[in-house]
């Protein structure tokens, strides 16, 4: 009877198992194909090359980064073109999963469910404590949106904000600029920022539509996606930054960082790069190296 009922559990494991892997491999559409090179194919970590693919997780959120189409079932968008041509430039296939929500980003990668993880992440000093980066795109620009109907004066300092309410989404940098910006609000003797976190994105921006918040605050391409299709949203606040560049994350010390740096460098030298970011028309914010780790702040 032991036997029977250890053989049922294990039977249910394995299913549960297979069942939960099916739902975390996400089709993708790619904007742009390329060619490998076998040179830089030679780069990657035996485990990964004996796999046959790399793990990439992300948080669908908004285009241009990352989205569902309208089949609700296929991600596209700037992160899912970028990783993919870096995997066929590599010659091995990459696996999406949906992380669930940006908190989760760095919780799986240091527990190596996903191998890299691209969804807009900041390189930060605090970060690179805990995960590694090879950055691909110049996020220095950052929005705020608001209606229409507000008629806010378009301004490009966080002082403007100073006693008012402004949304970001959680776990971003975007709630750390946010707080910092409150607090200086305060030594200028003005009120403070007062800080709503959303979960996500298009969380923050439905708030903004229904007025539950008058702003929120996030990365500039993404927003004036949201402005240009709805259309009760104006981009109020143009605010640059001295950012480190939005990267592709990796656990500490892995060894695909190398290669997925050179893949990088390959694409931004031979222009398919510049295409992808042109494509989804953020060309403004491409970067002329893909740098790796502490020379990503120097």
Not at 16 to 30: K, Y
Not at 117 to 130: D, E, G, M
Request: charged share 20%.
């Amino acid at each position: 009877m032991k036997r029977i009922r250890s053989l049922m559990l294990l039977a249910l494991a394995l299913s549960t198992h297979g069942a939960l892997a099916a739902e975390q491999a996400v089709p993708t559409d790619s904007s742009l194909h390329v060619q490998a090179d076998a040179a830089l194919t030679k780069l990657l970590p035996a485990d990964i090359a004996k796999r046959g693919f790399i793990v990439a997780g992300t948080n669908p959120n908004t285009p241009p980064t990352t989205f569902y189409k309208e089949d609700n079932k296929t991600l596209a968008g700037r992160e899912i073109d970028i990783m993919n041509a870096v995997g066929e430039r590599l010659g091995i296939q990459v696996q999406w999963r949906d992380t669930g929500g940006f908190d989760n980003i760095i919780p799986g990668l240091k527990s190596g469910r996903y191998d890299v993880a691209l969804s807009n992440v900041n390189a930060t000093p605090a970060r690179a404590k805990i995960i590694d980066f090879v950055s691909y795109y110049d996020a220095s620009r950052l929005g705020i949106i608001s209606l229409k109907s507000a008629n806010v004066t378009p301004f490009t300092r966080f002082d403007a904000v100073c006693g008012k309410e402004v949304g970001a989404g959680s776990g971003t940098t975007q709630v750390t600029r946010l707080e910092e910006a409150s607090k200086a609000c305060v030594s200028a003797g003005k009120p403070p920022i007062k800080v709503s976190v959303f979960p996500d994105r298009p969380a923050g921006v439905q708030a903004v539509v229904s007025g539950r918040v008058p702003m929120f605050f996030g990365p500039y391409e993404g927003l004036l996606w949201q402005v240009k299709v709805i259309k009760p949203l104006a981009l109020s606040g143009e605010i640059s930054v001295n950012d480190a560049p939005v990267s592709v994350a990796f656990p500490k010390d892995s060894a695909l960082e190398p290669a997925v740096q050179a893949a990088l460098n390959s694409l931004i030298k031979d222009g398919s790069y510049q295409k992808i970011l042109d494509h989804w028309g953020i060309g403004f914010g491409a970067v002329k190296t893909a740098k790796r780790n502490q020379e990503i702040f120097q």
